[in-house]
């Protein structure tokens, strides 16, 4: 039995940092265990341009503790109004790596999001021409769809006739959460990928409502059914390129998710690497870890591979009730659980 395990430093490849005090609160999470992340630009006001991104990146950098290696990935809020300029000319400088396509309403501070694809049209033409990644947050919005089957609805009247119209674009489609999420990605091209996130390896739709209403199990995407997560478990753990990590850690204040309206999103940064690697082992695939935690997504984005290797060690993991962050607490993934692994450093 394998006891240590040592494999390059991972990324995260979806994270909501947040801003401000939240922002100081739980970037130490994330830089602790990752080398970069892409991180989501759904702050108020969204991240829709080069000098946002640019003072963003200052904030972030700003707030890593002293003496962690830390490099976060910018990501344009695409509206509407997104001059398609202004994205060719933030990837040509290395300002944003990725463009994020939320639709309108799909998720937190969404509401500026791009309320039909065709509006954004001339953007995805530059994208497509100069090879730069859109991250897209697949889900449809509209009322009448069953809000479980959101990802499904999207993939059959967005994503796939936008990759019909555009072969060429680079797509992750984000934190999927379906089988049909998983076979779209398997049978597209080499040109779009996906990001899985630990909860949904975990959780079926059941941890939501198991005894009463569980707030901290939710998030968007919501989970789903138990074939889906197994379907996510066989992607995740089968060593295909075309899957790789991103968290979505999304943390919100305990008090803003145990509420009357709770806010969408799980905070899984602080023992995320834990997280994922129960799943590897649970399915007899460490050996397919370093691939999805590591290898996989600067492949896909076109980056170097991080030099630098971590070592998770066979070890009691408990994680805490609560960890306190910007005045309040954030309930972590797997609050009061004991994971098998252990992050060393
Ligand atoms: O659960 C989620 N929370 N899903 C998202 O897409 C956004 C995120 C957030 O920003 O809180
Ligand atoms: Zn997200």
């Not at 490849?13 to 970069?36: I, N, S, Y």
Request: glycine fraction near 6%.
């Amino acid at each position: 039995m394998t006891d240590s395990l040592t494999i390059r430093r991972p990324d995260d490849w979806h994270v909501h940092l947040r801003d401000g005090a939240m922002l100081e609160a739980v970037v130490e999470h994330t830089a602790r265990q990752f080398a970069r992340a892409i991180v989501m630009p759904n702050l108020t006001p969204p991240v829709t341009d080069i000098a946002l991104a640019s003072a963003y990146r200052k904030r972030i950098l700003a707030a890593v503790p002293d003496g962690m290696d830390f490099t976060p990935l910018m990501t344009c809020y695409l509206t509407d109004n997104t001059d398609p300029e202004e994205v060719r000319r933030g990837f040509a400088e290395g300002v944003f790596t990725a463009a994020k396509l939320y639709p309108a309403g799909a998720t937190t501070n969404s509401a500026s999001g791009v309320t039909d694809v065709a509006n954004i049209r001339g953007v995805l033409e530059v994208m497509a021409e100069i090879g730069m990644v859109l991250c897209v947050h697949g889900e449809v919005t509209h009322a009448d769809v069953d809000i479980f089957d959101r990802e499904t609805v999207f993939i059959e009247r967005v994503l796939a006739p936008l990759l019909r119209e555009l072969p060429q674009l680079k797509v992750v489609f984000e934190h999927i959460t379906s089988e049909e999420g998983v076979q779209f990605v398997e049978s597209a091209g080499e040109n779009v990928a996906a990001t899985i996130t630990p909860q949904h390896l975990h959780i079926n739709r059941n941890a939501m409502l198991e005894g009463g209403m569980r707030p901290h199990a939710y998030c968007l995407p919501v989970a789903k059914r138990e074939k889906h997560r197994l379907a996510l478990r066989r992607a995740a753990t089968a060593g295909s390129a075309k899957f790789f990590l991103g968290t979505d850690s999304a943390p919100h204040a305990k008090e803003a998710k145990e509420s009357a309206c709770g806010c969408a999103g799980i905070f899984n940064a602080p023992f995320a690497l834990e997280s994922y690697l129960a799943v590897f082992e649970e399915e007899g695939a460490i050996d397919a870890f370093e691939g999805f935690a590591s290898e996989h997504g600067p492949r896909f984005y076109n980056l170097p591979q991080n030099e630098a290797r971590i070592t998770l060690e066979r070890a009691d993991c408990a994680v805490p009730a609560q960890i306190a962050a910007d005045g309040t607490q954030l309930v972590p993934f797997h609050a009061e659980e004991t994971l098998r692994w252990r992050f060393a450093g």
